[in-house]
């Protein structure tokens, strides 16, 4: 784990300057097809985009094409609740989520975006199909099972699976959370619990009591959830 990782700055376009340069091989590289429009990212200005065709040429940048990110810098949209997703792309466009990696990376992304553009984009990623995470497949953690399915009563944490589902399925506004990755989730619940950068939500109490190491277990867990 490695919160220190600079994360590329603007991969979007550094990817339209390098097409106009190195063409179709970047491109494929990355998923995208075809290399028309050097400039995609004044696609995100355009209501008439298709939310699979925004989808497929910005987000899929750094959430995959399918909503199944393979880097722990970025959280995983596939089958996300659609409430939950359209909640946080208006939270990130109203600059209420502070946290600094969602000020570099989604208020710019999210300012142009109408109320239909992100009602669009929280129906298509909350329709693809969630993979489980292949960093969590193999691991087992007991402390982390208990936490998520009992809470920890001294402690006045509550279970997460109360909110979360039972197999972290999400329900409604809150969030799915089976196999996103560790990563994400440890630096979200240490926002949650030592900053304002996502505040009016259960999540400051939840996670008010939760020393590092609970935070730990808990996370390893939850992304060895299978995504079904
Ligand atoms: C340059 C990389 C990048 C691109 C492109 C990008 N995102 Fe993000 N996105 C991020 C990062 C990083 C976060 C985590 C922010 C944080 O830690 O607060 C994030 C968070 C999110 C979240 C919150 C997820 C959660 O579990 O709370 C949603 C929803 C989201 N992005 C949707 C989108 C959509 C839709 C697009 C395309 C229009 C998009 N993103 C494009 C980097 C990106
Ligand atoms: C009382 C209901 C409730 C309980 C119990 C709860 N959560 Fe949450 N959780 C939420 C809500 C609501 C959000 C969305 C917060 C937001 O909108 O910013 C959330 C968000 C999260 C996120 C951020 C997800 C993302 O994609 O950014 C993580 C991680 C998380 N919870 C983990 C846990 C863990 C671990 C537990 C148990 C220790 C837990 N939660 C217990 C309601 C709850």
Same mark, same amino acid.
């Given at each position: 784990?490695?919160?220190?990782?600079?994360?590329?700055?603007?991969?979007?376009?550094?990817?339209?300057?390098?097409?106009?340069?190195? *063409?179709?091989?970047?491109?494929? /590289?990355?998923?995208?097809? *075809?290399?028309?429009?050097?400039?995609?990212?004044?696609?995100?200005?355009?209501?008439?985009?298709?939310?699979?065709?925004?989808?497929? &040429?910005?987000?899929? /940048?750094?959430?995959?094409?399918?909503?199944?990110?393979?880097?722990?810098?970025?959280?995983?949209?596939?089958g %996300?609740?659609?409430? +939950?997703?359209?909640?946080?792309?208006?939270?990130?466009?109203?600059?209420?989520?502070?946290?600094?990696?969602?000020?570099?990376?989604?208020?710019?992304?999210?300012?142009? $975006?109408?109320?239909? =553009?992100?009602?669009?984009? /929280?129906?298509?990623?909350?329709? %693809?199909?969630p993979q489980s995470n292949?960093?969590g497949a193999?691991?087992?953690?007991?402390?982390?099972?208990?936490?998520?399915?009992?809470?920890?009563?001294?402690? &006045?944490?509550?279970?997460? =699976?109360?909110?979360?589902?039972?197999k972290a399925e999400?329900?409604?506004?809150?969030?799915?959370?089976a196999g &996103?990755? =560790?990563? +994400?989730?440890?630096? %979200? $619940?240490?926002?949650?619990?030592?900053?304002?950068?996502?505040?009016?939500?259960?999540?400051? =109490?939840?996670?008010?009591?939760?020393?590092?190491?609970?935070?730990?277990?808990?996370?390893?867990?939850v992304q060895s959830m299978p995504a079904n």
């Open positions: 784990m490695n919160h220190a990782t600079k994360l590329p700055s603007k991969p979007w376009r550094v990817r339209a300057a390098r097409c106009a340069i190195g *063409g179709a091989i970047v491109a494929a /590289a990355i998923g995208v097809s *075809g290399c028309t429009n050097p400039e995609r990212s004044r696609d995100l200005a355009n209501p008439g985009i298709n939310p699979a065709v925004t989808a497929a &040429q910005v987000c899929s /940048a750094c959430h995959g094409a399918d909503g199944n990110s393979s880097s722990p810098n970025f959280p995983r949209l596939a %996300q609740r659609a409430e +939950y997703i359209e909640e946080q792309l208006k939270n990130f466009r109203a600059h209420q989520r502070i946290d600094p990696e969602g000020y570099e990376y989604m208020w710019g992304i999210s300012r142009n $975006l109408t109320d239909d =553009q992100i009602a669009g984009l /929280a129906a298509y990623f909350s329709k %693809q199909t292949p960093a193999k691991v087992v953690s007991d402390e982390g099972k208990a936490i998520f399915e009992n809470g920890i009563p001294d402690k &006045q944490v509550t279970a997460c =699976q109360a909110c979360h589902g039972p999400g329900l409604g506004a809150f969030p799915r959370l &996103q990755h =560790q990563d +994400y989730m440890v630096k %979200q $619940l240490l926002v949650f619990r030592d900053t304002e950068g996502r505040p009016g939500t259960p999540m400051k =109490q939840i996670t008010h009591n939760l020393d590092r190491k609970e935070v730990n277990a808990v996370t390893l867990y």
